[in-house]
């Protein structure tokens, strides 16, 4: 693939996947903490955050305060919040109508967990660009 890469350690992977499996029947969510590199982005920690939709089995919404409160923290470190990741519950790992219609921030990631504990979960991850698009994003630990 000679599209952008994102290095992710299998440690923060799981973490991802245990909180979809957590969260299932809702949609898990949370911020990506990382830094950009040559060929895209390195994952260095990842925040769960509670899931405010009112519909959280079709919908997430990250607490605000969560990500304002990691963006002071992270200040003159390196590193920023790169992205989010959420679940798909009994759903297929890329982005939904509903995900489309909310992206607004470019060269911001999305990273997916689909399926359900019982037939497993997967994860991708997906860039926003100024062009309104998801592009895919290589995953690699």
């Not at 590199?37 to 959280?56: D, F, I, K």
């Not at 895919?136 to 630990?141: D, K, L, N």
């Amino acid at each position: 693939m000679s599209g952008p890469i994102l290095s992710l350690p299998e440690e923060l992977a799981a973490q991802m996947l245990v909180a979809a499996a957590r969260a299932y029947p809702n949609e898990a969510c949370g911020l990506i903490e990382g830094v950009g590199e040559p060929q895209g982005w390195r994952v260095l920690a990842v925040h769960e955050t509670a899931n405010l939709s009112e519909n959280p089995e079709r919908k997430f919404l990250l607490d605000p305060q969560v990500q304002f409160d990691l963006m002071r923290r992270l200040r003159g470190t390196g590193r920023r919040i790169i992205g989010c990741f959420h679940s798909h519950p009994d759903g297929v790992a890329e982005p939904s109508a509903t995900d489309r219609a909310d992206a607004y921030e470019t060269d911001f990631l999305y990273l997916i967990a689909a399926g359900s504990p019982d037939f497993g979960l997967t994860l991708a991850a997906f860039v926003f660009t100024a062009e309104n698009k998801f592009l895919p994003v290589e995953i690699r630990s």
